[in-house]
């Protein structure tokens, strides 16, 4: 293994995404899950780790739960947790039987 890699742009590494046979297994590996980038403050990271760590699950989760419920304004609860994993349900049994 090299102590050191060369991923500059004139390199001509490819991103993962760019690899078909990579593109592919991320695709697997994450359905229906886009990658993003950005920049948060670290106070409100600490937070969603504080929440994640008393309710067992990672931080992420939590931020995506956070991001959920405000943009479709409805809280992901036990009640209409259901309804949630029905539509998925249905929507991945079209999509596998479309193939």
């Known amino acids: 293994m090299r102590k050191a890699y060369d991923f500059s742009p004139n ?11 990579l593109a592919k297994l991320q695709a697997r590996a994450q359905p229906n899950k886009t990658r993003v980038t950005m920049w948060i403050d670290e106070d409100v990271v600490a937070t969603f780790r504080e929440r994640a760590a008393k309710g067992g699950v990672g931080y992420q989760t939590e931020m995506n739960r956070a991001l959920r419920e405000a943009a479709t304004g409805t809280p992901l609860t036990a009640d209409n947790l259901s309804v949630v994993v029905t539509k998925a349900l249905m929507k991945a049994s079209r999509a596998a039987t479309a193939r």
């Open 11 to 21: 390199s001509g590494a490819k991103r993962a995404k760019d690899v078909s046979h």
